[in-house]
């Protein structure tokens, strides 16, 4: 018997200290603090899920194609005067957990549109983790039919956090400011987006949600109709409350991923001249003027639980009904 086996059997103490070193040391290589990466980059490869950060947004090449659900006016870069909020903690929450109706979010109630919809990532960001983000999913019949980015205030952030002007978007195939009380604005906007190539490894919510998606083995369309809510509101200190809901709607036959019309219909051009893409987008827009007063009520909290019937307006131009769904 060696002299290993021998302290083996005879040291617990010692046994258990080097198990546990082991144990411990592989707990930090997959999910190493930020001080540690930053001192030791390579670890970062390995790490589960990284949160974005400025430098990995300024060395991102743009993709030619608009990522669905897109970012807009929301806290996505910039260092404010309160603080860095560009990074972030991420969360993978279980994705069978099951979403109807109304989900709390960021001390609000967050409205969903019909169905039942599953969580992907939660994240906070900001010097005191002001700023929650939640990117969920809705399937039927195992194919991907919406997918929501909400972000919101938990407390105010400086005016420079909202890097982007929230209702004067380039490029949008419709928007409209909408009525709000004194002190706030609210807007909503429509556009089209293609799937983005997702991947587990991407510094990007997004990508990285996709990436999950698919490795999951989720059929998505090629093409989504976008679909934006902005909130924002003054704060008494200076600052801004804001909610962002950007939501990406499947615009396939019920139960696929197959978009009957060809991709060059859904360009600004197509929709001008494609029955169904410009049909489908303006079913969008209409739903959405509906929703957003909904929106409104959940961020001022007024809203009654209707678990049992789906909810008035909830019925966007991407649901299909599902099995579980409560009647309409």
Known sequence: MSAFSRLWRRAPLWRLSLVSMVAFSGITVLYPPNWLVSLYPPLGKFAHHSAPSAQDDDSASDNEQSPPPAQSGAASGNKGQGGDYTTAQGAVPPIDAQLVDLMPMAGRQFPLPAGIWHPVLTETSGPHGEISSNILVRTDRGVVTGVILVQATTASVPTSAMTDQPCHLDGAFF????????????????????????????????????????????????????????????????????????????????????????????????????PFS???????????????????????????????????????????????????
């Open 175 to 274: 928007q409209r400011k909408l009525s709000a009380p004194g002190g706030a604005v609210q807007c909503i906007a429509t556009n089209v987006g293609f799937t983005p190539k997702g991947d587990i490894h991407s510094k990007d919510d997004i990508g990285w949600a996709f990436g999950r998606l698919t490795l999951l083995g989720f059929p998505m369309p090629p093409v989504w109709a976008l679909a934006s809510w902005t909130y924002a509101v003054n704060a008494e200190d200076g600052g801004k409350n804001f909610e962002v809901v950007s939501m990406a709607l499947s615009p396939a036959d019920p139960g696929t991923a197959h978009v009957k019309t060809p991709l060059s219909d859904w360009s600004p051009q197509g929709l001008g001249t494609s």
């Open 278 to 328: 410009g049909r489908f987008m303006q079913n969008v827009n209409d739903w959405l003027v509906r929703w957003a007063p909904i929106l409104q009520q959940g961020y001022e909290g007024t809203l009654q639980p209707s678990p049992n019937k789906i909810r008035s307006e909830a019925a966007d131009p991407a649901w299909h009904g599902s099995a579980g769904a409560p009647p309409t």
